[in-house]
């Protein structure tokens, strides 16, 4: 099952896509957030499908994040061997972990604004897990059984604010539209192996990054195993897998986004997403 969230944007209203068509769900009565996840929404959401005659969608719609807003994103640092060499860093021994502001969450569509006094704003396709139920202490012989489905996520990152303002990660990560989520969730079934999915994302229609989740460090039983070991993840929080090579950072020297550029990106199953970056205005 793939669903999306759609409409003025913090106004969205529920939604799925059936056979390639998009399909108003919101007489359904409950956002794809944390309730949802945690009261077996999946299932209730498949019976009302069945009883139901749903509205079509426009093919002009805006699609918003298919999430209601988590209670958390959960970011994994480095977990590409390609990307962590190409940005000087040591491969790590355990998994890096920083956390992504929710008020970061757009749509997949949506403009990214490049924050105030930004210099080094940067790409970053990753693979997201979406948990669907509250996870504590997990083994890793269980982790699959907490994943609901997955979704595309950009994490977008100002380079200086992460690396060079004496701080923590997070203060280059969680800019207003630096997580844009979608176009659509899809339930775990919907991906055979999530452990061999081609991602890729372009900039100006130039490749700029081409890799395969095969080359993940550690796998996503250890990530949802060893991030509970530190925290309790809730129904619908997300937990992004990290990037491969490719980004601006890497790059010799590096080519920072700028008003005006199209980003374009997708994960095999997953769909594709399109963001024009504009400045900052206040």
Not at 29 to 52: A, C, K, P, Q, W
């Amino acid at each position: 099952m793939k669903l999306i969230r759609f409409g003025e944007a913090g106004k969205e209203k529920t939604g799925v896509i059936i056979n390639d068509k998009k399909y108003d769900t919101s007489a359904f009565g409950e956002d794809y957030g944390e309730s949802f996840f945690e009261n077996d929404g999946l299932t209730r959401l498949i019976y009302f499908l069945e009883d139901s005659l749903l509205p079509e969608i426009t093919e002009d719609v805006r699609l918003g994040c298919p999430l209601g807003r988590p209670s958390k994103i959960v970011c994994i640092g480095l977990n590409y061997i390609d990307h962590a060499r190409e940005t000087n860093a040591t491969p790590p021994t355990e998994p890096v972990i920083f956390m992504k502001s929710t008020t970061a969450i757009t749509g997949p569509f949506d403009n990214i604004i490049i924050p105030k006094n930004s210099v080094k704003t940067d790409w970053e396709v990753e693979l997201a897990i979406v948990i669907g139920k509250k996870a504590s202490y997990v083994s890793e012989e269980d982790a699959m059984d907490y994943v609901a489905g997955y979704v595309l996520h950009n994490d977008v990152s100002e380079r200086e604010f992460q690396i060079e303002r004496g701080g923590t990660w997070d203060k280059g990560k969680g800019c207003d539209t630096f997580a844009p989520i979608g176009p659509f969730f899809a339930t775990k079934d919907e991906i055979a192996d999530p452990h061999n999915l081609r991602l890729w994302l372009k900039v100006n229609g130039k490749t700029m990054q081409d890799g395969n989740t095969s080359n993940f460090i550690f796998n996503i039983p250890h990530l949802i195993s060893y991030t509970s070991q530190f925290m309790t993840l809730l129904p619908g929080d997300i937990i992004s897998t990290g990037t491969p090579a490719g980004v601006a950072l890497g790059m010799k020297p590096p080519v920072y986004l700028k008003a005006g550029d199209v980003i374009e990106l997708g994960i095999d199953g997953l769909g594709e997403a399109r963001q024009i970056l504009v400045d900052y205005s206040a």
